[in-house]
Nanobody
């Protein structure tokens, strides 16, 4: 069992940066591949970035977002630079077993956090 708690969201202007954190409970964190997803109002939850054997990003965030993890701290991060209004969404972290290739479907992840709101104003 893994419990995930996101933090770091907020309201920023376009072009700003934010770093999201996802703290995991349990000693098995290192056994899971981790992903970040987001859900905008009226839209389905979509994959943003994942880290397993390697990292993988959805095209709209490539070059702007970076996913990383610190197993000693049981934490996964999402560094978001050059934020755009279209990045506005609730961001969720998730833990799954698909190390390679990294899964982009929500159904491939077993545990989810409660989400953190990111709002980017123009």
């Amino acid at each position: 069992q893994v419990q995930l708690v996101e933090s770091g969201g907020g309201l920023v202007q376009a072009g700003a940066s934010l770093r999201l954190s996802c703290a995991a409970s349990g000693r098995t964190f290192r056994n899971y591949a981790m992903g970040w997803f987001r859900q905008a109002p009226g839209k389905e939850r979509e994959f943003v970035a994942g880290i397993g054997v390697s990292t993988y990003y959805t095209d709209p965030v490539k070059g702007r977002f970076t996913i990383s993890r610190d197993n000693a701290k049981n934490t996964v991060y999402l560094q978001m630079n050059s934020l755009k209004p279209e990045d506005t969404a609730v961001y969720y972290c998730a833990a799954g077993r698909a190390w390679s290739p990294i899964a982009t479907m929500t159904s491939a992840y077993d545990y989810w956090g409660q989400g953190t709101q990111v709002t980017v104003s123009s």
